[in-house]
């Protein structure tokens, strides 16, 4: 079974990354599609052989650059994994992608790298910025999708998009207004509880807590009446003049 998403970091420089990266993604497209090693290694396996085992069945290689990733000593070490996970997917044709963790980190130098690392400069990156995480691994997740079609099969927020012209909604507890402004076709439902002021749904008149009077010379009083009550109905007083 195929990881599609390889994780490539380096312990101490980028790892707090790779665990954020593996834990939104493994959500949106499940654990057994997001390969991150201390996560997907299991204890008493030979983790050499997982490792490259994992980058050779990946799509993508997310690799992992935190601030001081290329002035590591150990990248210049030909046995270093981090290095050789990356040439293990450049010898393999599996694309890798530098993730540039935070907002400090600036894009790859190609002097900086050993030489079969040095593709790494010229690749075009993308940024996971801490200060705005949700919008970042949207961003990397709708990336990863976009380019591996058996990631697109399994995205579990696929299936969350409303249908075209219709409207989601969800409303937890509220203690204020909540307004739907848009054009509504079928039947609506609503279910009010303690309501302590007027509502208000559809077309006609509202009358909320009080009666419905109405008619010519029609009177409610509510409360005591100390003063008596005097009607003028136009042709009634005309008459009694009449009369006189």
Not at 209 to 237: E, L
Request: glycine content about 12%; aromatic content about 6%.
């Amino acid at each position: 079974m195929a990881n599609e998403v390889f994780i490539n970091y380096r312990t101490g420089d980028g790892e707090e990354t790779a665990a954020l990266l593996d834990q939104a993604l493994s959500h949106r497209f499940g654990d057994a599609h997001v390969f991150r090693a201390s996560k997907s290694i299991p204890p008493g396996a030979l983790y050499q052989e997982h490792l490259i085992s994992g980058v050779r069945r990946s799509s993508v290689v997310l690799a992992v650059i935190g601030e001081n990733w290329s002035k590591h000593p150990k990248l210049s070490y030909e046995n270093d994994w981090v290095r050789k996970e990356i040439s293990e997917a450049f010898a393999c044709g599996i694309e890798v992608i530098p993730v540039l963790s935070g907002r400090k980190t600036e894009r790859l130098n190609l002097a900086d790298l050993p030489g079969e690392l040095k593709r790494l400069a010229d690749v075009q990156s993308v940024r996971l910025d801490l200060h705005e995480l949700q919008p970042s691994l949207t961003r990397i997740g709708d990336l990863l999708a976009a380019k591996v079609p058996e990631l697109k099969t399994v995205d579990r927020t696929a299936s969350q998009e409303p249908e075209a012209g219709g409207v989601r909604n969800s409303v937890g507890e509220v203690r204020g207004n909540v307004v739907q402004a848009r054009e509504f076709t079928g039947d609506a439902g609503t279910v009010i509880k303690g309501n302590q002021g007027a509502i208000h749904m559809g077309d006609g008149n509202l009358y909320h807590k009080s009666p419905h009077v109405s008619g010519t010379g029609a009177t409610y009083i509510a409360g005591d009446n100390q003063g008596g009550i005097r009607h003028d109905f136009g042709g009634s007083r005309r008459k009694e003049e009449e009369e006189r």
